[in-house]
């Protein structure tokens, strides 16, 4: 544990505590992920985002940042929450609450209270229920203390992922936090307790309350670490995955094969959806379902649909010719498309044979060389004006590289005159 990173942080930031305290001996903390970077000894940048939470109600919070913070936001404001810059620094500061879901809410009822312990009580997970208190002068941050009731810095250490109080109450109070659990599980390398995803699988059903936007949300944060594949693995070992992706159900005990190839990809988002959605038929559709972005949707769709295609054409016999056709209708795809038709099929040979050759061809610029002419330099080439014979031209052109390779301008010129010479008279030619 390092206090140090902590007191020096403390320090920093002793202006925000001597601002609450003078405007009537409010008191001010610094919770979340901060302080699990700072116990790290990792130290605090100028420009870190803080959470903290204190005894003032947001009209107050409000009332002491005003004039003093460079920009003030209350969009959560109902929920306790007020945001604010000042200077390099964005802070949101949350009044001590208790958060209770009613049976079919997707919103809280918050109640403020003035007990730091409470709070904490009710936050996720014991490795984001701790806190140390921002005093109100530099020379304070010698005593600091880390305020951990509930050993969330040994289960750190332990590489453990519990909730303060029972994991049944915690997600039945808010459902989204067993996609959160995927998430703490993916990003920081924790291992969920039998408890923990014993409520899981209990009360999943309970994330029928949850907005879709806000589970995508989750989603999103998950699929951008490092390691996703045992946080999505957790989700859909306790059938959460399943419930937030209905196309998932349909796939049975296949459910999770999408969360097993997530580490084998590239961290660029329409790939690692595609590869959490890869059992569902249709990839773009599910991933439309979730709110995603349609650029992302749209993408990941490509992505698995070429990656499908890629397994059939492995099957077939190999070829330089083979491997071009498929690249070219990837459209772009191919390199992500690739990761998971290989992800997907790690003891496939004739998929491991289609993807090495893929990269040969790749590596010396056979599949990313521009096209040896252009739409204008073919209608220049053979004199003739827009219209459909340019399209099948430039098409002639594509079925000449898949057979044989790129050609050069000269080369490409010679044989499109032999292929418009052959065609004979066009009608309204």
């Not at 009537?24 to 803080?50: F, I, K, N, Q, T």
């Not at 005990?253 to 249709?282: C, F, M, Y």
């Not at 010396?364 to 459909?388: K, R």
Request: with cysteine; hydrophobic share 50%; charged share 25%.
């Amino acid at each position: 544990m390092s206090l140090g990173a902590i007191r020096s942080a403390a320090a920093t930031l002793a202006p925000w505590g001597e601002r609450f305290a003078a405007a009537g001996g409010w008191r001010l903390y610094v919770v979340g992920g901060a302080v699990r970077s700072l116990l790290g000894g990792a130290p605090l940048g100028p420009a870190d985002e803080l959470d903290m939470t204190t005894d003032a109600r947001p009209e107050t919070i409000r009332q002491i940042l005003a004039g003093w913070a460079d920009t003030v936001w209350t969009q959560g404001a109902r929920f306790g929450t007020v945001g604010c810059r000042h200077g390099h620094r964005t802070v949101e500061i949350t009044t001590h609450r208790a958060e209770v879901y009613v049976e079919a809410s997707r919103r809280p009822e918050v109640t403020y209270g003035a007990d730091l312990l409470a709070d904490l009580a009710r936050r996720d997970f014991t490795v984001g229920a701790m806190a140390f208190e921002v005093p109100a002068a530099a020379d304070d941050a010698r005593t600091v203390e880390l305020i951990d009731p509930f050993d969330g810095w040994e289960d750190l250490a332990r590489r453990r992922l519990r909730t303060p109080r029972s994991a049944e109450l915690s997600f039945a109070e808010d459902p989204l936090r067993m996609l959160r659990a995927g998430r703490f599980v993916a990003t920081l390398g924790l291992a969920a307790d039998a408890d923990l995803e014993d409520a899981m699988r209990r009360l999943r059903g309970r994330l029928a309350i949850v907005s879709v936007e806000r589970c995508a949300r989750e989603l999103s944060l998950l699929l951008a670490a490092r390691s996703p594949s045992a946080g999505a693995g957790l989700l859909a070992r306790t059938g959460v995955l399943a419930e937030v992706v209905p196309g998932l159900a349909a796939a049975g005990g296949d459910a999770g094969a999408g969360a097993a190839l997530l580490d084998s990809v590239d961290a660029e988002p329409s790939l690692r959806l595609a590869a959490l959605l890869w059992p569902v038929p249709n990839v773009a559709a599910a991933a439309a379902g979730l709110r995603f972005t349609g650029a992302v949707a749209r993408r990941a769709g490509r992505i698995a649909a070429a990656a499908r295609s890629l397994s059939e054409a492995a099957d077939s016999a190999l070829c330089d010719a083979a491997v071009r056709r498929w690249s070219a209708a990837a459209a772009g795809e191919d390199s992500g498309a690739v990761q998971l038709a290989a992800a997907a099929a790690p003891n496939d040979p004739r998929v491991a044979a289609f993807v090495d050759r893929w990269r040969v061809l790749r590596a010396c610029g056979d599949l990313s060389a521009p096209p040896p002419l252009s739409g204008a330099e073919v209608m220049a080439h053979l004199g003739i004006g827009p219209g459909p014979e340019v399209g099948a031209a430039l098409a002639h052109l594509e079925e000449l590289w898949i057979a044989g390779g790129w050609l050069d301008g000269d080369e490409a010129r010679r044989r499109l005159s032999e292929w418009h010479g052959g065609r004979g008279p066009r009608r309204g030619g």
